[in-house]
């Protein structure tokens, strides 16, 4: 009877223990589970879709944008961006930011630099999911100053208007022209890779002209000094034909409310922050007058 009563309390006891240890096991899956509050969950929102380059594609600023993520659960979502000059992403962990929408724009405190860089993207909910990385996207950045076209100048023969400048191999030459020199009147008349151009102008005419420069990868120049022709007959603006052009050249100029910024084509592309001085465009070459 002894026995059979150590019997009954160990099986009394044994019992009990057994199912503290599988409620045990449970609340320790449970637990470890109820830890994990952000987790991939390919379900609740789907892949983003590869982010492109949607606006300043050669700019140390671009603004990337992707197709948005989907949820079945309603909410907003948000979008972890990651970017990297290493395909794999490694020691990149800092370069990320958050945004609300799928675009997302560098800025000052996170521009890129010339060279190869990939981004991708990952979507968040409130919740907590978090869905898989998207495709890798990438670009190549080749944001360089362009240096500005100089010694222009111009030689007239009858009306043939010869422009030369600096050879500079590899950029290619917008030549602009104006009949009047004012603000967004020039038009481009030329692309070339010479540096020289030759063209036929009526008589009694004039033409004012300057030049940018264009790398191969869409890098502009500052516009170049300008210079002004006179075919034979051509009356000056204050009566009279010109016998000196050197002596109402500059007066002339500076009376004239220019800015180089504002003409058309005469933006550097955004390749550099400095503001370029507009008595610059005052320095051109006052050649090719013929009376």
């Not at 919740?127 to 100048?153: Q, R």
């Not at 300008?226 to 002339?252: C, H, M, N, W």
């Amino acid at each position: 009877m002894q026995i059979f009563g150590l019997r009954k309390i160990f099986l009394a006891i044994a019992i009990p223990a057994s199912i503290l240890v599988f409620f045990g096991s449970q609340n320790e899956a449970f637990a470890s589970e109820a830890k994990q509050v952000n987790w991939v969950n390919t379900t609740t929102l789907s892949q983003p879709g590869i982010p492109t380059i949607s606006k300043g594609e050669n700019s140390f600023k671009p603004t990337w944008a992707w197709d948005a993520s989907k949820s079945q659960i309603s909410g907003t979502i948000h979008y972890s961006v990651q970017w990297c000059k290493k395909a794999d992403f490694s020691s990149c962990s800092q370069n990320m930011m958050y945004s609300d929408s799928p675009s997302f724009s560098f800025d000052d405190s996170n521009s890129l630099a010339n060279g190869v860089w990939y981004v991708r993207v990952q979507a968040l909910d409130e919740y907590g999911h978090k869905s898989e990385y998207s495709p890798v996207g990438s670009v190549s950045i080749h944001n360089f100053a362009v240096s500005t076209p100089y010694s222009v100048s111009a030689k007239l023969d009858g009306n043939i208007v010869s422009l030369t400048w600096n050879d500079c191999p590899g950029l290619i030459f917008k030549v602009w022209a104006s009949e009047t020199g004012e603000n967004g009147s020039f038009n481009v008349i030329s692309q070339t890779e010479s540096y020289v151009l030759n063209t036929n102008l009526a008589s009694g005419s004039q033409r004012f002209y300057y030049l940018t420069a264009i790398d191969n990868w869409g890098n502009e120049s500052p516009a170049s000094a300008v210079v002004r022709v006179q075919t034979p007959g051509f009356q000056a603006k204050k009566g009279g034909l010109v016998e000196d052009l050197a002596s109402i050249l500059r007066p002339y100029w500076e009376s004239v409310d220019f800015d180089r910024n504002k003409v058309e084509g005469a933006k550097s592309n955004d390749v550099s922050d400095n503001p370029v001085e507009t008595k610059d465009f005052f320095d051109f070459v006052p050649t090719g007058y013929f009376r």
